[in-house]
Nanobody, 124 residues
Framework: EVQLVESGGGLVQAGGSLRLSCAAS????????IGWFRQAPGKEREGVSC????????YYADSVKGRFTISSDNAKNTVYLQMNSLKPEDTAVYYC?????????????????WGQGTQVTVSS
């Protein structure tokens, strides 16, 4: 069974840090782009960051550039999102997803495997 499972969300004060993990099972990361998306209440889903498992190239949305870092451990089939200097506007449910693409950023419609999401809440 193909699964993506996120973990690491929680409640943190503004300026704090969290590290999200996305563990994949049922498929290997080879030739996949793994992305992090987020959705806040009443807002559209937003692409946050993604990484190519093929060459390690990365993409960041402007809203998180310089604060978030994505990394991949292909041996563990796990992608991480290190989030520093968190702001209240980072509050959202964060999802990881996989797209069969070696190129990042991959179009959102190419992501065909999604996790269940993990809540990140940043208090002011």
């Amino acid at each position: 069974e193909v699964q993506l499972v996120e973990s690491g969300g929680g409640l943190v004060q503004a300026g704090g840090s969290l590290r999200l993990s996305c563990a994949a099972s049922g498929f290997t990361f080879d030739d996949y782009a793994i992305g992090w998306f987020r959705q806040a209440p009443g807002k559209e889903r937003e692409g946050v960051s993604c990484i190519s498992s093929s060459d390690g190239s990365t993409y960041y949305a402007d809203s998180v550039k310089g604060r978030f870092t994505i990394s991949s451990d292909n041996a563990k089939n796990t992608v991480y999102l290190q989030m520093n200097s968190l702001k209240p506007e980072d509050t959202a449910v964060y999802y990881c997803a996989a797209a069969p693409s070696a190129v990042v950023p991959a179009p959102t419609e190419d992501y065909d495997r999604w996790g269940q999401g993990t809540q990140v809440t940043v208090s002011s």
